[in-house]
């Protein structure tokens, strides 16, 4: 029988992230592939093949080309269990990937090398770089005209602030791509052309100076011998540097022709950590102890079409689940039988009988769960540091149908909930005010809401240009504070208190004339 330890041991929780067109959804379908499981790569969003992938479930993910959902996807690899979260690759959405890399115990970091660091990735490295996070680094593309290798590492470094420890070298590039030399196993890999579909068995050349090599890539077998001198006197690879986010290793290959994937995969099964502990509001929680914790990362509505529902998506901190157990949902303080919890292989739900520590679950939502809920069997505990940001963009929403104004309060408290967008409603009036982060928020919202509850509503101008959360620990400075600030109040979506700023100054004259208030900008849920 195993135990827990091992079952921790056993997994790699990771997540991609790119610039959009870096290719992270083509190096997904390739990793499942490796995975075996989906047979066939090209399954996953399968935007030129006409084929519609099962996590492509809404429209407007196909009619713009961008992902817009987080999947969650479990496969074998080299003797462990990987799972991969999908992060959300559009800027609009930096909360929601935000939330999901805390769910993660390491990156794979996706560079386009015709392009270099771009100012997604940028953003992204930003947000990882917040909890350390290990960051394994893949450039691709290398089967077209690509910018020079050590430019591409330079520009990592300095743009990035992290040191880069090449693991593969390319050999040539375009249409004179000929493969990688493995530093560290000192052998050369050659690439064949048109095998991106399949899992290849490529030729390998051991030692770097094989004479065979001379023969098989002429010129470039010396161009080779040449650079790797070069990079010895760069960094080498060094484990610790890697797990405390100051080293990256580095990749080159081809996503597309299937070729590099897999020395990532190695390297990840090899060095990424396994499931780490997580800190909560009074202790750090270990992933070893056998007592089940969890926490809620992320919510999402409808995710199927056929099963009008929700799903909240729990990273398992520690312990085991099984199917059936109870779980104590803390924030409410109620016991929960679980018997339906679902797994998510390659967009496939399939019920879960057992999940460990680094595993992904989706419990079924029936508007008890939220963002950064804590599930343990009993102890009282919080896991901490999963935010709302204050958003910067504000609408007031408007029904055409002023009859519908039942359906449109319950779709966006749901579509609150999930993270999708925010909602305040002012204390003083009936409007409903919704804030969001980047632009394209208020297309998916006005969008699901038709698709989803059947309501057509418009998006109007409203003078807002921030909003913070109130706390103030004295319950009779809180009131003065209520009563003199009442107009520009408003509850969110759960109830929190807000102050709704008309303007940058006046939000600095109301902190200056109450420093007794605290106003947030983020709020852990
Ligand atoms: P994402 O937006 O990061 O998910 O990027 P995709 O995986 O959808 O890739 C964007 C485009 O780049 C698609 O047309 C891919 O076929 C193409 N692409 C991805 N990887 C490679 C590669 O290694 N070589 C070439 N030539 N094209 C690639």
């Not at 805390?102 to 917040?130: H, N, P, Q, W, Y």
């Not at 208020?442 to 240009?465: C, G, M, N, Q, T």
């Amino acid at each position: 029988m195993s135990t827990i330890a091992d079952e921790v041991e056993n997994r790699r929780t990771f997540a991609i992230i790119s610039h959009p067109d870096a290719g992270k959804t083509t190096i997904t379908e390739k990793v499942l592939l490796f995975g075996q499981a989906i047979q066939q790569a090209g399954t996953v969003k399968g935007k030129k093949s006409g084929q519609h992938a099962k996590s492509d479930w809404m429209e407007m993910e196909k009619e713009r080309g961008i992902s817009i959902t987080t999947s969650v996807m479990q496969f074998p690899y080299a003797g462990k269990l990987v799972n991969l979260l999908d992060t959300p690759g559009h800027e609009d959405f930096s909360e929601d990937t935000y939330r999901t890399l805390t769910a993660v115990d390491s990156c794979l970091m996706v560079i386009d090398s015709a392009k270099g660091v771009e100012d997604r990735t940028i953003k992204l490295m930003d947000v990882a770089r917040m909890r350390e996070t290990p960051i394994v680094t893949f450039m691709n593309k290398l089967d077209r005209d690509t910018r020079d290798p050590f430019d591409l590492m330079d520009e990592v470094e300095s743009v990035l602030k992290m040191d880069c420890a090449p693991i593969t070298w390319p050999i040539g590039m375009g249409k004179e791509f000929k493969g990688i030399y493995h530093l560290l196993k000192d052998e050369v890999v050659l690439y064949q052309s048109g095998m991106g579909h399949t899992i290849q068995e490529s030729r390998v050349i051991k030692g770097i100076n094989n004479p065979e090599l001379d023969d098989v890539i002429s010129e470039y077998a010396e161009e080779l011998r040449e650079q790797v001198e070069l990079l010895e006197a760069g960094n080498s690879f060094d484990k610790q540097a890697f797990l405390d986010g100051k080293l990256t290793p580095v990749y080159f290959g081809t996503a597309l022709g299937n070729f590099g994937v897999d020395h990532i995969l190695d390297g990840l099964v090899e060095w990424a950590p396994a499931p780490m502990s997580r800190e909560t509001t009074t202790r750090t929680v270990e992933s070893k102890e056998e007592a089940l914790t969890g926490f809620i990362f992320k919510i999402q509505a409808n995710m199927d079409p056929n099963h009008r529902d929700r799903v909240a998506f729990m990273r398992i901190v520690s312990g085991k689940y099984e199917k059936g157990m109870k779980m104590r949902h803390v924030r409410v303080g109620k016991d929960v039988r679980i018997s339906d919890a679902l797994t998510f292989v390659a967009g496939d739900r399939s019920k879960v009988e057992e999940a460990y520590p680094g595993d992904i679950i989706g419990l079924h939502n029936h508007g008890t769960i939220q963002i950064g809920d804590t599930f343990t069997q009993g102890e009282e505990l919080k896991f901490s540091g999963i935010p709302n940001f204050a958003p910067e963009l504000f609408r007031r929403i408007r029904l055409k149908d002023p009859l519908k104004l039942k359906q449109l309060q319950k779709g966006l408290m749901q579509l609150s909930e999930e993270g999708a967008v925010q909602v305040f409603r002012p204390l003083r009036n009936n409007d409903l005010i919704v804030g969001a982060v980047g632009t394209l928020q208020f297309d998916v919202v006005a969008h699901r809401l038709k698709a989803e509850y059947k309501v057509d509503a418009v998006y109007e101008p409203i003078s807002v240009a921030t909003a913070r959360w109130v706390e103030c620990d004295n319950a009779t400075t809180l009131q003065a504070f209520r009563n003199k600030a009442y107009d520009n109040l408003a509850l969110d979506g759960s109830d929190n208190l807000a102050y709704v700023a008309p303007t940058m100054v006046n939000l600095q004259m109301t902190q200056e004339r109450h420093p007794d208030v605290r106003f947030r900008e983020t709020r852990e849920h």
